[in-house]
């Protein structure tokens, strides 16, 4: 009978499951290709890193020279970072073309609006990941583009801003750092709320709801 009552008024019985729309096809899509492109990134980045484990600030930098960090990394790849450089360099542009199909179809659905109060996140964590997609990747995107030769020549203003090309690169790096913490708390916030339901919902779209 409880059922029966449960099911004209719509209500779900105890220990009862449903599921609902949790996230859109282009969410889902631009989220996994996304995922792919920082994990190529943080690889092709680590490999150019290597390469010259050190930090300066203005113009240019040089082994003989000053400079403003030394990592505690070996030169393990000096000269041998070309298919580092040009991972990172696709995998950049992937993830910059698929950022701003995000941000524009967000834009217009009202996505950053309503669906994230509706989210379940606290405001620290909405003001967080907003920061992250509006203040932290633009920088990151931006100083990457002032340490290119070919952008630079077009509009040297993007890297004079930051002093030089040695200075962008550091900023590029503690950006990105940032954003690597940020990429591994997510997942710690995922698990602790569920791992498996959340990615089977970024992936079917669909959130699983039980009534106690």
């Not at 943080?42 to 990592?71: K, N, Q």
């Not at 997942?187 to 919902?201: C, D, E, N």
Request: net charge positive; proline share 4%.
């Amino acid at each position: 009978m409880a059922n029966a009552v449960s099911a004209v008024s719509g209500a779900l019985p105890a220990g009862a499951s449903a599921e609902h729309a949790r996230h859109c096809a282009l969410v889902r899509v631009t989220h996994w290709i996304n995922t792919v492109s920082f994990v190529a990134l943080v690889i092709s980045g680590i490999a150019i890193l290597l390469a010259h484990p050190r930090l300066y600030w203005g113009e240019t930098g040089s082994l003989g020279g000053p400079s403003l960090l030394d990592l505690p990394l070996p030169f393990v790849f000096a000269g041998q970072s070309g298919w580092g450089r040009a991972l990172h360099f696709q995998s950049a542009w992937a993830c910059v073309l698929n950022g701003c199909i995000y941000v524009v179809s967000g834009a217009f659905s009202g996505h950053f609006r309503g669906r994230m109060a509706e989210s379940g996140y606290n405001a620290a964590q909405r003001a967080t990941y907003l920061a992250v997609i509006f203040l932290l990747f633009p920088l990151i995107v931006w100083t990457g583009l002032a340490m290119s030769p070919a952008v630079v020549s077009v509009v040297p203003e993007i890297v004079t801003i930051f002093g030089g090309q040695q200075t962008a690169r550091t900023l590029h790096f503690f950006a990105a750092n940032v954003a690597v913490l940020f990429f591994f708390v997510h997942l710690i916030l995922v698990w602790r709320a569920g791992f498996l339901s959340h990615v089977r919902a970024m992936i079917t779209g669909q959130m699983r709801t039980e009534r106690a």
